[in-house]
């Protein structure tokens, strides 16, 4: 992972909410467990795809027809119908997102442990991480580029030694996977948090305004006339984000915000594609259900995971 596409990935976190809308700014917040891209469902399904059968498998699907596709995709809906009884039921259908999520997961911490353990020693010190990510920068530290990469490093360097649990500036698989992935690990919670205030808080007094909120979704650009879903996020701002009506989110109001308790992205995304799917109503799908949704689920595209499942079963 280059030094830029490092900058991105710190700056999305994220809230999943059925639809968002196209005219919003690519940093909108939803779980990146589950996708980056915006979920709205009048432009693309691409939340969806990446959702269902996670993004690295997501992103080979374009290489298939549709009769490809649906092939494919019914060989899955075998292996999400965990009691084989001819039904995906929501509970089926959220255990294999999570499994997907997983593997993505997992797959990705293993691409990158290979780039970034130079001494192959099972292990990735800070140093080898900034040495990888930073080498051109620390050359030469002051490039004609736009990016700051001196703050990157320190926002780095931060996270780094919040995911190494012993202090010693040296990850293990566990904890570089909590540098990666910090959204998936309880102790990680707080540097999210804090990262996402800080790409959202542009006057530095440490809280989100409303106006800082609503900027960070979308880009006025001289418009006076707002986009109705602009001022329901003003309302939400002002009836739920701000609990103790203060005009400003604070750490835990930020915190509720984009990593409730009480919610499960992988539940909201099963009831979502059963509802879209369930053309009798009775709450489950058929293979025949899905099958007719493939655009859905998969798109005219296929995956790594498709190729898998007829060669060897990975997932």
């Known amino acids: 992972m280059d030094a830029r596409h490092l900058f991105l990935f710190l700056g999305l976190w994220a809230i999943c909410t059925l639809s968002k809308p196209t005219e919003k700014k690519e940093r909108v917040h939803h779980d990146p467990q589950l996708s980056e891209k915006v979920h709205d469902d009048l432009q693309n399904f691409d939340y969806d795809h990446d959702a269902f059968l996670g993004a690295e498998e997501a992103k080979t699907f374009d290489q298939l027809t549709p009769e490809e596709s649906k092939e494919r995709l019914g060989i899955i809906v075998g292996k999400i119908d965990l009691d084989s009884d001819g039904y995906v039921t929501e509970g089926e259908l959220t255990a294999w997102i999570k499994k997907a999520q997983k593997k993505y997961v997992y ?11 130079l001494n192959q020693d099972g292990f990735i010190s800070w140093d080898e991480y900034r040495n990888v990510t930073y080498g051109t920068y620390l050359d030469d530290p002051d490039p004609d580029n736009s990016f700051n990469y001196k703050q990157m490093m320190i926002r780095d360097e931060r996270r ?7 202090g010693d500036f040296i990850a293990t698989k566990e904890e570089f996977t909590a540098f990666l992935h910090p959204e998936e690990f309880d102790y990680m919670k707080d540097i999210v948090v804090l990262e996402t205030m800080e790409d959202i808080d542009k006057n530095g007094d440490g809280v989100i305004d409303l106006e800082e909120y609503i900027g960070d979704m979308y880009n006025h650009d001289g418009d006076a006339n707002e986009p109705e879903w602009v001022k329901t996020e003003r309302e939400q ?9 203060d005009g400003k ?6 915190k509720d915000w984009i990593l409730p308790s009480d919610y499960d992205h992988a539940e909201a995304e099963a009831r979502h594609l059963v509802y879209e799917s369930d053309q009798n109503k009775d709450g489950k799908l058929t293979r025949e259900e899905v099958v007719d949704k493939y655009d859905l689920f998969v798109g005219s595209q296929a995956t790594d995971f498709g190729e898998a499942l007829v060669r060897h079963d990975e997932f």
Do not use: G, P
């Open 107 to 117: 797959d990705n911490v293993e691409r990158q442990w290979q780039e970034f353990d």
């Open 160 to 166: 780094f030694k919040m995911a190494d649990k012993d």
């Open 237 to 245: 701002f002002v009836e739920f984000r701000d609990k103790n009506r």
């Open 249 to 254: 989110m604070d750490k835990e109001e930020t």
